[in-house]
């Protein structure tokens, strides 16, 4: 039975997990146990009471006061545990320890943005420190998303023009995956972020350095970087395939015919203008619904990106 | 006895599946008011945003409610309410086989209504020649509070579903007209007529609640 | 008429015509006399026909989706025309297939029949709704051309309000949808209170009826709020009035909490009918007085009642706020009570019975095994804490669609197969019947039962592309669905052939008591050619065939009359 439990759950890393992994077991268990009951009765009667003869006489049952009121009261009980059970593991997950350490969380079609105490972001990327408690603090740029962390057992929705909060305190070390669980729209199942969790010194590092910017690596590569680390790759290709937005290949120095029938020139201008605000200038044939990347990108991310794109060339 | 001569006489309206005119009478009756339980529902709905609205948004429903014409909107009220009486009266003269005068009451009623339709177009006209639209075309700039949109949406979505509804009862009372004048309703069998009185007096009645929660807020 | 006012009623026996020569099926000939019909039963067929097109367009687009889902990344379709199957899938099986399923099909046949009703109480109203349910289609199907709608059957705000799609034709073919089914559930009401025959108290209804009693007052009392809401929602996109939109000063909260008014009830008007089918089932089949009559049917009109109280357990994670969550949780565990009320009592029903395996009971227990996964599986997400982890995740998929499709259809299915006779006179074949229900028992579980495990797992539902490791279980949930496909196509196969090759049935095969059995298979023009007297309740089998037979006796009839009281308290 254990481990068929933990066959069906994933792996337990946040403090709040085992709380509702037992209530999660403790229905199956006990529901298990009357399905099967309900079950082997039916069986037992389909057997003993199967019809002999097309004359059969059946004996007139019409009710029993003492059967109805067991199985009235008996589920009530059982149901009144169930409910105090998840009831107090809500109060649990609904109430963010005071000391927690906060990170702002902002979601947009289709992304993730980190925002963390001192200053600085990363996207679809979030560290956080184990054994200690962090709380999320977020609201969407669009339409309503929600952020889910199935190892913490964590879920909120983000709602645009308004803070929701959700918070866990991770137990080991390690990567976890991130969901969009909102039905968003294209990129909806490609809304996915890696939560990593890092040991109290090495998070304190990671604050100092992991948000500084790799002075010495090729622009061309900060550009490849970012182009996963943004989440770019919901909807552009690298290929020459249409998705949500145009192909990046051999995107640059090519016309751009945009929806109010202006052609443009694909140049490095271009390509900063569509990151900063891209709904001004959209290619005819693609939605507008590409979000801004003012304030999310470094000078140096998006220099990155020009120059990436101008190698993307067959 | 003389009821049943009177049935005879003039053509019955019993439908095969019914055993008598009881039961059919009985049936419209009741399918009727449970029509009318859903039409308070849908309505319903639109108060429940209104309520929600106004508890969120106190003073934009003060100072938006100014912009509306209390005078107008008070006129309309006795015009549907002297409606209700007339259509009422309209039952009652066919109870009586008074066709004639049914048909003057309901023509009455029409013209009430047709009243009520005027009064609300002059009223539509003011607002938009403001600016005041539903929605997004909304360009009014007399109202301070950044939600005045709402408020004028709100409204014209209950004024404007009611409006409809006021067409829809003139249109079934100019029906009962045409039946009136074709003998297929008087005293034994006037169920059309009642259930149209029916509907026009929900009509009446949601007026009669829009008019203080959307004109009168103080 | 003139024994009316008299307190006693003179009745006898009348013999049933087993092979009637005039039947509703030759009473008038030609397509327009089933187009324009007032008939409630051909009206019933109407909507069958419809409701079986409708499923098989959403169990169509169901199998596109599964085989989308063989491989993590894009196998057959892009994105955006995945997300437009799934919300063509949900809303085609929701709005067009299962709300009118079972009451607007069945009911309408064997409602009035079950009374001894020659019609519903309104049958022009009746044939309007068949058509204002075509009408909705057609909108629905005009929504689909002009470019589909991607937001799920659900339109939530403002992704609906935003979207490029055609939003605003679905959302007005939901609306006029709703009409329809609103005068179906009038219908109900008004014939139910008004056209019963003489001694059909209400204690002597069949269950059916008081399930579809039940549905219909959901109908009646949600349905106008769907209406507005969606009549908000075109609004919303048409003229920008900002209710839902918070980008135009709106609440999306507000929205749901709209939406979810209505959807949860209906979710109660597609599964109550059920119940009513599978009591009818269970007790026939198993020839034995129901146990616990009032039990199930006052658990009914409790179900519905409280179905009105527990719509936000659909929104614990959604930011309403969380003293609302505990409230709507509580709520909803007392749903429960009354539904596990109804499967002990069926159980109870067939101890010491005469238990015979014919496909409808075979259904029927099929029915009893999923539908009780289904709840269970219910009770698991109405706990707070663990819908938190599984809220929006393929568990809710997998439960929702043991609900609906182990608890209603396959409960359809039952009663299809059980009114198959009498509806058409001719009998299908049995050893198919068994065989293929087997298939869709087992075809169904392979589907479902591995999306429990990926939701628990944390696989989000809605999904295009997945994370590798739920490759596995995708991909035996597609194999299932394949074969559920299989099982669907041997119904139609042997069905048909029952049409046009099947043996004549008579007018009771199964020996059952309800009074639609006492007429002939198919029934007449007028369903009974005498006003039917009730004398015994539906499930009394003990009591002799003939006193089930009884009708108003003529003056001059003299052998064999009876005198009864006519309203015996």
New interface residues.
Partial sequence: MNRIIEYMLPPQRSTTASDVDSLFTFINVSGFILFMGIMITILIFVIKYRRKSEDDVTPVITHNSILEVAWTVIPIILILIVFSWGFRGYLTLTSPPANAYEIHVSAASWLWQFQYEGGGSTMNEVYVPVDRPVKFIMSSEDVIHSLAIPDFRIKMDVLPNRYTTTWFQATETGESILYCTEYCGTGHSEMLATVHVLSAEDFEEWLETGLEVDEDMPLADVGEQTFTSAGCNACHSLDGTDRVGPSLLNLFGSDRELVDGSVVVADEDYIRRSLIDPQAEVTAGYPANMPSYSGRLNERQIDGLIAFIKELQD | MANQSVATEKKSHL??????ED?QF???K??MW??L???V??????F??YI??RAWHPDLFYEAAQELDVALGATNTVVLIASSLTIALAIRAVQLDKIKAAINYMAATILLAGTFMVIKYFEYMDKFGKGIY????YTYDGLEH??A??FF??Y??MTG?HGIHVVIGMVLIGWMIIKAKKGLVHSGYYTPVENTGLFWHLVDIIWIFLFPLLYLID | MADSSQKTLRIREFPIDENPGHTYLNHEKGILSWLFTVDHKRIGLLYLGSVILFFFVGGMLALLLRTELLTPAQSIVDADTYNQIFTLHGAIMIFLFIIPSIPAALGNFFLPMMIGAKDVAFPRLNLASWWIYIFGALFALYSIITGAVDTGWTFYTPYSTQTGTSVVSMTLAVFILGFSSILTGLNFIVTLHKLRSPGLSWSKMPLFLWSLYATAVIQILATPILAITVLLLAMERILGIGIFDPSLGGDPVLFQHFFWFYSHPAVYIMIVPAFGIISELISTYSRKTIFGYWAIALSSLAIAFIGFLVWGHHMFVSGQSELSSVVFSFLTFFVGVPTGIKIFNWVATMYKGSIDLKTPMLYALAFLFLFTIGGLTGIMIGALSINVHLHDTYYIVAHFHYVMMGGTVIAMLGGLHHWWPKMTGKMYNEFWGRITCGVIFLSFNMTFLPQFIMGSQGMPRRYFNYVDQFQGLHQFSTIGSYLLGVGFVMMAVYLLWSLFKGPKAPSNPWKARSLEWMTSSPPTHHNFEYTPVILHGPYDHHKPMKEFRMGVAEESESPDVIEIDKDPA
Avoid: C, K, R, W
């Fill in positions: 439908q095969h599946h019914f055993v008598d039961q009985e049936s419209s009741m399918g449970i029509f339980v859903t039409e529902l849908m309505f319903g709905g639109l429940v945003a929600i609205y539903p929605g997004e075309s950044e939600m949109a709402n949406s709100i014209y979505m579903l």
